[in-house]
């Protein structure tokens, strides 16, 4: 089975070195040039440019990308998976759907599903490190698959931002409520529901906003305390990891693992971006995953 993840899930050394999967990039776009990410630009050049002021805009798959993925899978008689950025976040999930419709009515004999991720980042790596392993332990290709489109429904999202004025360069804040809010210490308390990524409430504070994240997460597991959580960030490897271990102080029975951000993702949230990702319920497949 060959599962298939884009740019806006997450990726970490533990998931690269584990599994055999393939990667579809994004483009992202610099000062009116297109560059494939992680293939024509590397994240910390990304981070370079932010940290420079300049907000990255970012396009869709190459249709021809994921077609020759496709190729090569039916060449090789392998099923395909593909787990998606959000549809709210960009047009790739449409384009992946009709070209993954099309090429299943050319080639009926291949097993070939997309899944939309309904967010991405480090809930989006939830969803890929469950089918990779389900996928590695030899489940059923239909298992793997009804199972993550039901996972990707009871995953949640809390996340936090350092600087404000990346929510004004999106448009997402007025220059002015940016500027008071910078000036106030006020931090944005953001989540994923069905239209994208929402403001959830300002909170004053970077202590008071971590504890308020943690209050949430440990209330949103309920029984499933002994689960995979994921800190995902960018460029704020200490604030994941500040992150990271209040989760373990809240719940002692969770594993953690920490994820950068990937580029078109937080090019919406701007160096210093963190969250932290989990499953509101224990799925009917749930495979714990030992580092």
Do not use: C
């Amino acid at each position: 089975m060959n599962i298939v993840i884009d740019s806006g899930i997450d990726q970490n050394e533990f998931m690269r070195i584990r599994y055999d999967y393939q990667f579809l990039p994004l483009s992202v776009i610099i000062n009116e040039k297109d560059f494939l990410d992680q293939k024509e630009i590397s994240l910390e050049q990304v981070h370079e440019y932010m940290r420079q002021g300049i907000l990255p805009k970012t396009s869709q798959i190459s249709p021809q990308s994921l077609l020759d993925i496709l190729e090569e899978s039916r060449r090789n008689r392998e099923d395909v998976l593909y787990i998606s950025i959000y549809s709210q976040f960009s047009g790739t999930f449409q384009v992946a759907h009709s070209l993954i419709n099309e090429y299943k009515t050319n080639h009926p004999e291949m097993n070939v599903e997309l899944v939309d991720s309904l967010g991405g980042s480090g809930g989006g790596a939830l969803l890929a490190l469950q089918a990779m392993e389900m996928a590695k332990q030899n489940v059923p290709f239909r298992t793997v698959v009804e199972q993550t489109r039901k996972n990707a429904k009871h995953i949640r999202y809390h996340f936090t931002l350092s600087d404000l004025n990346w929510l004004v360069k999106g448009g997402r804040l007025s220059r002015v409520a940016g500027a008071a809010g910078t000036a106030l210490n006020i931090k944005p308390y953001l989540t994923v529901d069905h239209t994208g990524i929402i403001v959830k409430k300002l909170v004053r504070g970077k202590e008071k906003i971590y504890k308020k994240i943690i209050q949430d997460v440990k209330q949103g597991v309920g029984t499933f305390d002994d689960q995979l959580v994921t800190v995902s960030h960018v460029n704020d490897l200490a604030s994941a990891q500040k992150l990271e271990e209040m989760v373990k102080e809240a719940l002692p029975n969770a594993s953690t693992q920490i994820f950068d951000i990937g580029a078109v993702l937080a090019a919406h949230l701007g160096i210093g971006g963190v969250g932290v990702f989990y499953f509101d319920e224990e799925p009917e497949t749930y495979l714990y995953i030992e580092e």
